[in-house]
């Protein structure tokens, strides 16, 4: 009788862990983990088969797992100039990977790499591609030429000429998130943002808002890059900016009019150093707008 009870329960476990559920009840489990910050991940039609394939990990909870990790798993490919398609886990700063469909960026910054954290991944398939996208909830891929939150794509979403199927969850350990000077960055062939979504009640584009937010530490890596190459980590994050992300994660636990204070204070200043940044990249474009400027002024005074 105890075997028989044993074998009735482990069937009737087995077909819970297999029940299938809708991309959008997996998108409101991983909102609702990712607010209460516990550790259980339901699955979502897991591949019965085991290692390092799709899913191959499997999902379920356990301890010691991040819920608010913003980056890429190791499980996706990367092409590096020269190098050709490689890991995410092998990409180094100084890296050329490839960021649109006619160039590659160099990778200033890991912004993320934690080789033994383990958190929850998205899985999105789509049509096209070999393998599927592998990236935390948060993290910003393209939808429809729009930067967006990756939790907010839907089966049926256009990710530049692809055509999103399917939609699963998967458990990995290593978070990696490589920043180009671009900010942005072809993953398993999905085109995606360097950047993480980071205040949600602000209704501005979070990619270009980000793109400021790196403004400064872009700049230092322009002006002296043997100062990003020997970059070091505190808890997975770069020394580089560690503070400031902290700071920027802990202002979406406050409501919509402390966002817009926080943003406006900072704004200005990261639009000023963007400025900056700008004319360091392109010191000969930055000259003919001086020079046109200060010869117009002449031309009014002499009127």
Same mark, same amino acid.
């Given at each position: 009788m105890k075997i028989t009870a044993f074998v009735i329960a482990l069937f009737a476990s087995s077909n819970v862990s297999t029940a299938e559920t809708t991309p959008d009840q997996l998108r409101a489990n991983l909102k609702r983990k990712l607010q209460?910050?516990?550790?259980?991940?339901?699955?979502?039609?897991?591949?019965?088969?085991?290692?390092?394939?799709?899913?191959?990990?499997?999902?379920?909870?356990?301890?010691?797992?991040?819920?608010?990790?913003?980056?890429? +798993?190791?499980?996706?490919?990367?092409?590096?100039?020269?190098?050709?398609f490689i890991s995410m886990d092998s990409v180094k700063v100084g890296d050329h990977v490839r960021a649109s469909n006619n160039g590659? +960026?160099?990778?200033?910054?890991?912004?993320?790499?934690?080789?033994?954290?383990?958190?929850?991944? #998205?899985?999105?398939?789509?049509?096209? #591609?070999?393998?599927?996208?592998?990236?935390?909830?948060?993290?910003?891929?393209?939808?429809?030429?729009?930067a967006v939150r990756a939790d907010q794509v839907t089966v049926g979403d256009m990710l530049d000429n692809n055509k999103v199927t399917e939609i699963k969850s998967v458990k990995r350990t290593g978070v990696y998130s490589p920043v180009t000077e671009s900010g942005e960055i072809f993953v398993s062939g999905v085109r995606a943002s360097s950047y993480p979504y980071f205040m949600d009640k602000i209704p501005l584009d979070q990619h270009k808002l980000v793109h400021f937010f790196f403004g400064p530490h872009r700049m230092m890596c322009s002006y002296d890059f043997g100062l990003c190459e020997n970059?070091?980590?505190?808890?997975?994050?770069?020394?580089?900016?560690? +503070?400031?992300?902290?700071?920027?994660?802990?202002?979406?636990?406050?409501?919509?009019?402390?966002?817009?204070?926080?943003?406006?204070l900072t704004l200005p200043v990261l639009a000023v150093a963007y400025g900056f940044e700008q004319m360091m990249l392109s010191p000969m474009t930055t000259l003919a707008v001086v020079t046109n400027m200060l010869y117009k002024n002449s031309q009014k005074n002499s009127n």
């Amino acid at each position: 009788m105890k075997i028989t009870a044993f074998v009735i329960a482990l069937f009737a476990s087995s077909n819970v862990s297999t029940a299938e559920t809708t991309p959008d009840q997996l998108r409101a489990n991983l909102k609702r983990k990712l607010q209460n910050q516990q550790v259980t991940v339901q699955s979502t039609n897991a591949p019965s088969s085991g290692g390092d394939g799709a899913g191959g990990d499997g999902v379920n909870g356990g301890d010691g797992v991040s819920q608010s990790a913003t980056c890429f +798993s190791a499980f996706n490919d990367v092409e590096v100039q020269g190098k050709g398609f490689i890991s995410m886990d092998s990409v180094k700063v100084g890296d050329h990977v490839r960021a649109s469909n006619n160039g590659f +960026s160099r990778v200033f910054s890991l912004a993320h790499l934690d080789h033994d954290l383990e958190t929850d991944f #998205l899985q999105i398939y789509s049509e096209g #591609l070999n393998k599927p996208l592998e990236i935390t909830a948060r993290h910003m891929v393209f939808s429809s030429d729009k930067a967006v939150r990756a939790d907010q794509v839907t089966v049926g979403d256009m990710l530049d000429n692809n055509k999103v199927t399917e939609i699963k969850s998967v458990k990995r350990t290593g978070v990696y998130s490589p920043v180009t000077e671009s900010g942005e960055i072809f993953v398993s062939g999905v085109r995606a943002s360097s950047y993480p979504y980071f205040m949600d009640k602000i209704p501005l584009d979070q990619h270009k808002l980000v793109h400021f937010f790196f403004g400064p530490h872009r700049m230092m890596c322009s002006y002296d890059f043997g100062l990003c190459e020997n970059e070091e980590h505190t808890d997975g994050y770069t020394n580089f900016a560690y +503070s400031a992300m902290k700071i920027v994660e802990k202002s979406n636990e406050f409501i919509a009019p402390v966002q817009y204070v926080f943003t406006s204070l900072t704004l200005p200043v990261l639009a000023v150093a963007y400025g900056f940044e700008q004319m360091m990249l392109s010191p000969m474009t930055t000259l003919a707008v001086v020079t046109n400027m200060l010869y117009k002024n002449s031309q009014k005074n002499s009127n």
